[in-house]
């Protein structure tokens, strides 16, 4: 009852801060709230009113909650198998779960292959090391330490994604590896956020344009004086003190958008920042780049490429993007300076 009571209020708050265009048969209307995947969503979509653009934001915070609940892995939900629970029981016993983490783990496999290890799922014990001396770092910043590498290295001798185990059938999960945890944390969000789009398109919202921490989705078009033109994003500046916020707005129409960076979530040792996007390859955070960009149809796609391509050299991941079909990126070199694949030029305003 607590959370369906949380859902509403949440709702209400959104619902007075809505704005509405008129010259149009639909009107514009924005809603936010927060709590979900630990960051800000942002809905912005066109409706024939207030009430239907209500509805249609419940069934997307509804249907992100349980997303958010179902990829979790520092928490517990009363009556929800999630992926910590899978986590608690490695090495001991199958989990029965829902159809959506078996979803999930089979598009990250997947993911793992096509990106030739450089999003890996099963990177949890190196990544929670990495978790536990940035959280230290941060809360107390004069005594924030590097994990020692040779913890590193211990903990990746248990990050083989093969095992893993997935029984359809069954309906269960299971990690043989009792020393190695799963971490979502760079596919789960594009993935929901491509699900919930997909759904909330088959119910009539179809103008829309959804944002879950900067995982950027455009359901067909905007309307402006009765035409329909694509829908705008930026993609943010990596440089804080730089007086251009955005490097790029891009036109988006049934595309997503999704950034990786430096500047998310990172902390000081000795006067060198390190950020959160760990490459399996040396066990410490990528190296290579201030953000990578990518645009492609899907934003779970658009996720797990963000943060494989992060973590390789340019031509290696220059030759991956060009060699998949509508999808593009941008890189931003630590210099400052950018390159772009072939063909992200038509995406820009």
């Known amino acids: 009852m607590a959370k369906r009571v949380l859902s509403i209020f949440l709702l209400w708050v959104m619902t007075i801060n809505l704005t509405a265009c008129s010259g149009t048969k639909e009107s514009r209307y924005e809603a936010s709230f927060l709590e979900l995947f630990d960051t800000v969503t942002t809905i912005v979509g066109y409706a024939e009113n207030k009430d239907e653009f209500t509805k249609y934001v419940q069934i997307i915070y509804n249907q992100l909650s349980e997303y958010h609940q179902l990829y979790n892995i520092y928490n517990d939900y009363e009556g929800i198998n999630n992926i910590k629970t899978i986590n608690d029981n490695a090495g001991i016993s199958p989990v029965k779960v829902n159809q959506k983490i078996i979803d999930l783990l089979k598009f990250s496999k997947k993911a793992y292959e096509e990106t030739n290890g450089k999003t890996n799922?099963?990177?949890?014990?190196v990544l929670s090391v990495w978790h536990d001396y940035r959280t230290r770092g941060?809360?107390?910043?004069?005594?924030?330490?590097?994990?020692?590498?040779?913890?590193?290295?211990?903990?990746?001798?248990?990050?083989?994604?093969?095992?893993?185990?997935?029984?359809?059938?069954?309906s269960t999960v299971y990690i043989q590896d009792s020393l190695m945890s799963i971490d979502v944390g760079a596919i789960a969000?594009?993935?929901?956020?491509?699900?919930?789009?997909?759904?909330?398109?088959?119910?009539?919202?179809?103008?829309?344009?959804?944002?879950?921490?900067?995982?950027?989705?455009?359901?067909?078009?905007?309307?402006?004086?009765?035409?329909?033109?694509?829908?705008?994003?930026?993609?943010?500046?990596p440089d804080s003190e730089s007086e251009n916020t955005n490097l790029y707005i891009l036109n988006l129409k049934d595309y997503s958008l999704v950034t990786s960076g430096v500047y998310q979530r990172y902390y000081t040792v000795d006067g060198k920042e390190y950020h959160h996007i760990i490459n399996p390859s040396t066990l410490m955070p990528a190296d290579y780049f201030l953000s990578v960009s990518i645009v492609c149809k899907e934003s779970g796609n658009?996720?797990?490429?963000?943060?494989?391509?992060?973590?390789?050299?340019?031509?290696?991941?220059?030759?991956?993007?060009?060699?998949?079909e509508e999808t593009e990126a941008l890189w931003v070199f630590k210099d400052g300076s950018m390159k772009y694949s072939s063909g992200f030029d038509k995406f820009i305003k």
Do not use: C
Not at 153 to 169: A, G, R, S, V
Not at 304 to 322: H, K, Q, R, W
């Open 302 to 324: 658009a996720d797990a490429l963000s943060t494989a391509v992060f973590n390789m050299p340019y031509e290696d991941g220059v030759t991956l993007i060009e060699s998949l």
């Open 121 to 125: 799922i099963a990177l949890g014990s």
């Open 189 to 237: 969000k594009g993935y929901a956020v491509e699900a919930v789009s997909q759904y909330i398109e088959e119910q009539g919202f179809t103008h829309a344009v959804i944002s879950v921490g900067g995982n950027v989705r455009a359901l067909g078009t905007k309307i402006i004086d009765g035409k329909e033109q694509a829908w705008s994003a930026g993609i943010q500046n």
């Open 138 to 170: 941060i809360e107390d910043p004069e005594n924030a330490q590097l994990p020692p590498m040779d913890l590193l290295e211990e903990k990746f001798k248990h990050t083989d994604i093969n095992n893993i185990i997935i029984n359809e059938e069954e």
